[in-house]
């Protein structure tokens, strides 16, 4: 028999290698293992994608139905001669005295008592950018002495020629229609689209919006809106901030503070809405914006599409990015015969800034990152004179002197003097000696008188006194300490860089 082969050894176990840095070719990579994305992820991810996308378009799915929501009005139907168009867009937004919509209730909590007036209570230019980065608006004060382009009378339809007017006066003679025309007319803008906001709407906004947080350095009380803020900052409901833009009677600046406060409103507004997520979120996008459409009128240009090329832009926004100011006055009171008085624009300042709008040029130089560091401590600087309604040479003051200090009346009477009012220069004695703040009593008939002067005398108490005729009465009180503020009846020209207002300007 033959022997069977000899089997072949069994392989011993290959040792492991030691990992040879230099020599060793390189193994493939492992991949790791991915963890499983908790559900909470997977859900914001979805939520995400869905925004971003809806944001892209912000979706017309979304927004659709809308467009019926919004009435519609031709302003610029027939409309010949128009001015050129500039860059940007320019959109006029126009607010009206909606206060027959106002519940029983608002009404008294809100003091919106009274006859609603066929008539624009505020009037501005919002102008947007060619590149949908920065916004800004304009507002026109609704005195303005303006003068309305001839057309046709729509209650006699009879041809009517062009006549002087105040400007919010228009709406009541025509319309929209003759608002734009006669917008166009002053400012040589082509006006793009037109947007008409009444109460209702406002309130509901503010509302949708959560509030709107805005900020005081000095107490504000009106005693017509009902407004007592204290100084500081508030979030005011839809109510509280229709008090607020409509108040006039909480300083000497009457309509051109309210127009101040409307504008740092609107900032407060914007910032609002950039910052709380609603412009990336199409579901609120849509609440906010069918809150405004609930009631308000609008071009037929305007609709969807253009609303959502506003949204888009606005996602861009930052406070920096929206301005803010008034069109340059010239003369405050100017009296027209069968009008009243009213504001004459200086049309100087006036044209420049319109020329900025139709070149797309912001008003305000940008801020500088760094403010060099002064050298030496500045100059103390006097303040700047107030602006007031009536000018001083037209107030006529007696001063009575209520405290025990011989001589302080005189005082009083001579630094008014100085500062152009018309004193008759023959102080006398109060039947009270015990006042600490002095106090400026009025006929009501004269409220405008009043507040120029009490603008002149800081921290005095205005006193309404029916029949005491044009003659105004100061009595000193131990608070007057020999300084009486300059005052004018001018305002200062718009391109002085204070004033223009930036969405991230402070004032407390």
């Known amino acids: 028999m033959s022997a069977s082969p000899p089997r072949s050894p069994a392989r011993p176990a290959r040792p ?3 990992p040879q840095p230099t020599r060793q070719a390189p193994r493939p990579p492992v991949r790791p293992r991915r963890p499983r994305r908790p559900r909470w992820a997977m859900r914001a991810v979805t939520t995400l994608s869905v925004v971003v996308l809806a944001s892209a378009g912000i979706g017309h799915s979304v927004m659709a139905g809308l467009d019926a929501d919004i009435a519609r009005v031709d302003p610029f139907k027939d409309m010949k001669n128009r001015p050129a168009a500039g860059h940007g867009m320019n959109v006029l937004l126009v607010g009206t005295d909606g206060r027959d919509k106002i519940t029983e209730r608002e009404r008294r909590k809100y003091r919106l008592g009274g006859a609603p007036c066929h008539c624009t209570d505020t009037i501005m230019i919002v102008h947007i950018s060619a590149d949908r980065k920065r916004a800004t608006v304009v507002s026109l004060p609704r005195d303005s002495y303006a003068e309305v382009p001839a057309q046709v009378d729509e209650t006699t339809h009879r041809p009517r020629a062009a006549h002087p007017i105040k400007l919010n006066a228009a709406y009541a003679e025509g319309g929209p229609q003759l608002t734009v025309r006669t917008v166009e007319d002053m400012t040589r803008l082509k006006i793009d689209h037109y947007l008409e906001v009444d109460f209702i709407t406002f309130m509901r906004t503010v509302d949708v919006l959560g509030g709107v947080r805005v900020c005081t350095a000095q107490p504000l009380k009106d005693s017509y809106t009902g407004l007592n803020l204290s100084p500081g900052t508030h979030t005011l409901n839809g109510g509280q901030a229709l008090q607020y833009v409509r108040s006039r009677h909480v300083d000497a600046a009457s309509d051109l503070g309210r127009m101040k406060r409307q504008q740092r409103f609107l900032a407060s507004m914007i910032e609002q809405a950039t910052s709380s997520g609603v412009l990336l979120n199409p579901i609120r996008f849509r609440d906010v914006t069918r809150a405004v459409l609930g009631s308000v009128r609008a071009d037929t240009g305007f609709g969807t599409d253009e609303l959502l090329d506003l949204g888009r832009a606005m996602r861009n926004f930052s406070p920096s990015s929206s301005e803010f100011t008034t069109v340059p006055i010239g003369q405050l009171g100017y009296a027209v015969k069968g009008i009243g008085s009213t504001l004459k624009w200086d049309r100087a300042g006036a044209d420049q800034l319109f020329r900025s709008l139709r070149e797309d040029k912001p008003l305000a130089p940008p801020t500088p990152a760094h403010a060099p560091t002064p050298t030496h401590a500045p100059k ?25 200090t011989a001589g302080l009346a005189r005082r009083m009477d001579a630094a008014l003097a100085a500062t152009g009012f018309a004193t008759n220069h023959r102080p006398v004695g109060a039947a009270r000696r015990d006042l600490r703040r002095t106090v400026v009593s009025f006929d009501p008939r004269w409220d405008r008188s009043a507040r120029s002067l009490a603008a002149a005398l800081p921290g005095s108490v205005l006193r309404a006194v029916p029949g005491m005729g044009p003659v105004l009465r100061v009595t000193v009180g131990t608070d007057f300490k020999g300084a009486v503020r300059t005052v004018r009846a001018e305002a200062p020209a718009p391109q002085e860089e204070a004033s223009v207002i930036r969405g991230d300007d402070r004032v407390c």
Do not use: D, F, S
């Open 380 to 404: 103390p600087q006097v303040p700047p004179p107030a602006t007031v309604e009536v000018a001083p040479a037209g107030i006529r003051v007696q001063v009575e002197n209520g405290t025990p």
């Open 16 to 18: 492991q290698r030691r």
